[in-house]
């Protein structure tokens, strides 16, 4: 688990720039980059609607298939666009974090796609190519949540190892916020690894009958 970064990030750039999503939904985000974090990746802050004292914040994972290309292979995509509303309506800040594959890189992720064709889950096909089950660290994100004032939030999110990682990071994780269950045909046995391999809060069991039809 990460220290607490002692190197502080300052935002580079604000820009206005107006959301479109492809149902139609619209809404205004100021985006932010910065300077000086950890990893030296480029994240980007989507501030929507006032932030207020305990803003609502997504850290939100790149996935390059699911975000701008629709794979129902994951949730990421509807995640995205649901969080986008969510946020909007009450507050806050979502963080793109540039860590495709859960922090693999989009290849070795599509290599671990070739593999769960094979039947693999998630977490087996990673282990199988010799990578980590999840290596993703939030260092960065929790220097932009400090540059930007946050300092207590509320986390939209089903994963428990974002709200331990910030907590320990020194962010202040008031309430954990499940997201919406996003299921397909062609991802339910990858949901269904997410809850038994690292505890995300989804209904194992209604996914546990999807998967068995």
Known sequence: MPDTPSVLATPRSRVRVPLRFHDGYEADAELVTFHGLADGREHVAVVLGDPGPVPLVRLHSECLTGDVFGSARCDCGPQLREAVERIAERGGVLLYLRQEGRGIGLYNKLDAYALQDQGLDTYEANAALGLPEDARDYTAAAQMLRALGIGELDLLSNNP???????TLGVGVRDRVPT?????AH??????AKVLQTQHTLPLAALTELSAG
């Open 187 to 192: 991802n339910v046995r990858y949901l269904r």
């Open 161 to 167: 190892d974002k709200a331990a990682q910030l907590r």
């Open 180 to 184: 919406g269950v996003f299921t397909t």
